[in-house]
C-alpha cells in the first residue's frame, strides 16, 4: 500500500503541473462554474417566489428577476463550454510540447524500452486525456456546490424535506463510490490495451514491405488486432459503468423526489409552505440529488489519472545530460577507454580501447551482431557505455556541452529519415550557417545532385513530392552529413543499397575529406582496403586495430567478407592503388 501510495504522487504532481498549464481559462471556467452554480441555487426560489407573487396578483419585479436568472444560466453554460475547450487545448498542447522534448532529449537508448508506435499513442491519445484535467476538477468540484446548496435550500424550506432528502442521500454516495473505483481500474486497462495495439501497429508500418513479400498480412492483422477485445471489454465495461450508473441515478432520484413532494405536498396541505415553494422543493430536490451529476466528470477524471500515469513512466526515463566543456580549436582525435556496454546480461561491448588519430579513415567491421552500429553511436554519442568513456581531443563526450558535441561530431544512418519541408532543407537539417552552395557542394559528393535536379523544383522540391529509392534516400542522408562542418563524421553502414560503382565514388569523395575522421562501419572489403585503420569486433570484443592488408592473412577475417562479390578484386586494385 505503501509503495503503491509512492508510485501514485509524481502521478499527482504531474497532473497538478498540467492543471496549472490550463492558465487564465482554469480562473474563467472556476469563476463562471461558481456563478453558474449561484445561479442554479437562485433559479428555484426565483421561481417559486414569481408562482406566488403571481398567485397574489402582485408580480413585483419577480418576472424580470426570473429573466435575468435564465438568461444567466444560459450564458454560464455557453461560457463555460468555451473556458473548457480553450483550457484543454492549452494544456494539451504544452503537455505535447512537454513529453515530445523529453522524448527528445531522452535519444534512442532511453526510450528503446518503449515501442514507437505506443510512443506515439502517449503523446497523442493520452496527452489529449491528461489535458482535460483542469476542466474535470474544476467541474467534479463546483457540482458539490448546488448539491450542497439544494439540501440547505430544502432545509430552509422545511426541515423535514432536508431529512427526508437525506435518509435516501447515502444509497446515492455509495453508487458513487464504487463507480468511480470501477471508473479508474477500467481507464488504466483499456489506455494499455490502446497503446500495445498502437506499438503493433507501428511495428507493422515499418516492415510493411517485408510483411508484403512474405505473404503474412492476414496474420499480421490479427497480431495487430489481438489486444482489440481486451480494449473492447474495458471500452465496453466503461459504456456499462456509465449506463448503470445513470439508471441507478435517475430511479434513485425519482424515489427521493416522490418522498420529498409527498412532504412537501403533506406540509402545503397543513399551510406550513406555499405553492410557491412546493415548486421550489421540488426543483431544490434536482439540485440536491446533482451530486450523481459528478459521475461523467470522475469518468474522465479517472480516464487522465490513468493517461498521465503512462506519460509520467516517459517523462521519468532521465535524459542524456550534457557538460560545458569546450574542444580545443583543431583536432579530431577520438580515444576509447575499456568501453563496456551491457545489453541485458550479456556484454554488446566488452572493455573495448581504442585510439583514433585525427584525420584518420577508420573501417569499423566484424560479423552480425558484434557491436559496430553501437560503437559507431557511442562515437557521436548516441548512447553512453556502462563503464569507460569516450573522448575527443581529450575532452569526454560527457563533459561537452550538447552544442559543442553535435558540431563536432556527424553522422549518417543506414536507413536516414528526411527531415526538413524540400530535399535542399533535408540536406541542410541540422547544420547552422550552410549555405547553398554548401548544399550542392554535399549533394554532389554523395552523387545526390544529379537525381535531385530530376525533381520538378530541384533542391525546392518537397520531400512529400519526391519519391525516392532506398539508394536515393541513402544518399540524400549521406549528403546531410557531408554538409555538416563537424571534425568527425561517423558512417553507419550507409552503402547497403548503393552499387558498386557509386559507393566508390562516395569512397572517393570521403578520402578527399582531409581534416575530418571518418569513422565507417563497413561491410564490403573495399570499403575496409581504402581505410587507414581497420577496428575488428568480435563478439562484442576488440580482435585487431590494423591496416586491412595485414589483417588480409588471417583466415578469420577473409571469412567476413565471403559473400561480398567484390572482395577480392576489389581488395587487389584498392591496394595497389
Known amino acids: 500500500m505503501e509503495a503503491s501510495a509512492q508510485d501514485a504522487l509524481p502521478v499527482r504532481r504531474l497532473l497538478t503541473q498540467i492543471g496549472v498549464q490550463a492558465g487564465p481559462w482554469a480562473a474563467v471556467l472556476a469563476v463562471n462554474a461558481l456563478l453558474l452554480a449561484a445561479a442554479e441555487l437562485a433559479f ?19 418576472i424580470i428577476t426570473l429573466t435575468l436568472v435564465v438568461t444567466l444560466l444560459i450564458l454560464g453554460g455557453a461560457a463555460e463550454d468555451w473556458a473548457v475547450a480553450g483550457g484543454t487545448a492549452r494544456s494539451t498542447a504544452r503537455l505535447r510540447t512537454r513529453t515530445l522534448r523529453h522524448v527528445l532529449a531522452v535519444g534512442y537508448r532511453g526510450t528503446s524500452g518503449f515501442a514507437p508506435g505506443d510512443i506515439s499513442a502517449r503523446l497523442v491519445g493520452n496527452t489529449a486525456e491528461a489535458g482535460s484535467i483542469a476542466a474535470d476538477v474544476i467541474r467534479a468540484g463546483v457540482t458539490v456546490l448546488p448539491a450542497a446548496g439544494g439540501t440547505i435550500a430544502l432545509f430552509l424550506i422545511d426541515p423535514w424535506l432536508g431529512v427526508t432528502f437525506l435518509v435516501g442521500a447515502p444509497v446515492l454516495l455509495i453508487v458513487l463510490w464504487l463507480f468511480a473505483k470501477q471508473a479508474a481500474d477500467l481507464a488504466t486497462h483499456y489506455l494499455t490495451a490502446q ?25 499480421e492483422i490479427e497480431r495487430v488486432l489481438a489486444p482489440l477485445p481486451e480494449l473492447n471489454l474495458h471500452g465496453v465495461g466503461m459504456w456499462r459503468a456509465q449506463s448503470r450508473i445513470t439508471v441507478q441515478d435517475m430511479l434513485i432520484l425519482a424515489v427521493l423526489e416522490i418522498a420529498v413532494l409527498a412532504v412537501a405536498g403533506w406540509e402545503l396541505s397543513r399551510g406550513r409552505i406555499t405553492p410557491g415553494e412546493l415548486v421550489a422543493a421540488s426543483q ?14 470522475i469518468n474522465r477524471v479517472a480516464r487522465a489519472r490513468a493517461a498521465a500515469t503512462r506519460l509520467n513512466e516517459l517523462l521519468t526515463v532521465a535524459p542524456t545530460r550534457y557538460g560545458t566543456s569546450s574542444l580545443p580549436p583543431q583536432g579530431g582525435r577520438l580515444e576509447l577507454r575499456a568501453v ?10 566488452d572493455r573495448v580501447s581504442v585510439v583514433i588519430p585525427a584525420g584518420a579513415v577508420v573501417a569499423v567491421v566484424g560479423p552480425s551482431g558484434s557491436g559496430k552500429s553501437l560503437l559507431a553511436g557511442l562515437i557521436a554519442r548516441l548512447s553512453d557505455p556502462d563503464q569507460g568513456e569516450v573522448l575527443l581531443d581529450g575532452v569526454a563526450l560527457t563533459a561537452l556541452g550538447h552544442d559543442e558535441l553535435r558540431g563536432a561530431v556527424g553522422y549518417a544512418f543506414a536507413r536516414p529519415t528526411p527531415l526538413g519541408g524540400t530535399l535542399g532543407q533535408s540536406i541542410a537539417f541540422g547544420s547552422h ?32 513530392q519526391a519519391p525516392m529509392s532506398g539508394g536515393e534516400l541513402q544518399r540524400l542522408g549521406l549528403a546531410r552529413s557531408f554538409a555538416h562542418p563537424g571534425r568527425v563524421l561517423v558512417l553507419d553502414d550507409v552503402a547497403t543499397s548503393l552499387d558498386t560503382v557509386t559507393e566508390h565514388e562516395i569512397s572517393q ?3 578527399a575529406m582531409t581534416g575530418r575522421t571518418r569513422v565507417l562501419v563497413a561491410h564490403r572489403a573495399s570499403t575496409a582496403a581504402r581505410a587507414d585503420i581497420v577496428i575488428w569486433l568480435d563478439g562484442g570484443v576488440l580482435r585487431a586495430v590494423a591496416a586491412h592488408d595485414k589483417l588480409w592473412s588471417d583466415p578469420d577475417y577473409r571469412a567476413l567478407y565471403e559473400a561480398t562479390p567484390d572482395r577480392a578484386p576489389a581488395i587487389a586494385v584498392a591496394v595497389t592503388s
Open 195 to 219: 497503446g500495445r495495439i498502437a506499438a503493433r501497429l507501428g511495428q507493422a508500418r515499418l516492415g510493411a514491405r517485408t510483411i508484403a513479400t512474405a505473404g503474412t498480412a492476414d496474420r
Open 340 to 349: 563496456t556496454v551491457r545489453r541485458s546480461d550479456r556484454h554488446a561491448l
Open 509 to 511: 569523395a570521403l578520402l
Open 433 to 464: 550557417g550552410v549555405q547553398d552552395r554548401d548544399i550542392e557542394a554535399a549533394a554532389r559528393a554523395a552523387r545526390a545532385d544529379s537525381f535531385i535536379r530530376r525533381m520538378p523544383q530541384g533542391y525546392d522540391t518537397p520531400l512529400g
Open 284 to 297: 431544490y430536490v434536482g439540485l440536491a440529488a446533482t451530486i450523481s451529476a459528478i459521475a461523467p466528470s
Open 44 to 62: 428555484p426560489a426565483v421561481l417559486g417566489g414569481t408562482i406566488d407573487a403571481l398567485l397574489s396578483g402582485s408580480t413585483d419585479g419577480s
